[in-house]
């Protein structure tokens, strides 16, 4: 499965950006999707994930009910829409397909690019 990110970019606190990973192949309903997130100097963190039907998702605690994760699998592609955002938000954001969802970057088999939002203040 190969993964491409797109959609960041610069926004100003409180605003929003829709994150979207395309993947290539006929596979990507069989994989649960996660996204990840690496600030400067920070290691890679779990922001959200989401099953391979869409019908269960999960997010990391600082972005509860300011971002919402979903997938398509008829376009095999996983969004993340962000909104209110803040500074610290601000990191390059990946997307990761694997066999079960979980904040563990190691439990991740394919990784995109990453792409980069910059939340200022």
């Known amino acids: 499965v190969q993964l491409q990110a797109c959609g960041g970019g610069l926004v100003q606190a409180g605003g929003s950006l829709r994150l979207s990973c395309a993947a290539s192949?006929?596979?990507?309903?069989?994989?649960?999707m996660g996204w990840f997130r690496q600030a400067p100097g920070e290691e890679r963190e779990f922001v959200a994930g989401i099953s391979r039907s869409g019908g269960s998702t999960y997010y990391a605690d600082s972005v509860k009910g300011r971002f919402t994760i979903s997938r398509d699998n008829a376009k095999n592609t996983v969004y993340l829409q962000m909104n209110s955002l803040k500074p610290e938000d601000t990191g390059v954001y990946y997307c990761?397909?694997?066999?079960?969802?979980?904040?563990?970057?190691?439990?991740?088999?394919?990784w995109g690019q990453g792409t980069q939002v910059t939340v200022s203040s």
């Open positions: 192949g006929r596979t990507f309903r069989l994989y649960v």
């Open positions: 990761a397909a694997g066999a079960r969802v979980t904040g563990s970057v190691g439990e991740y088999d394919y």
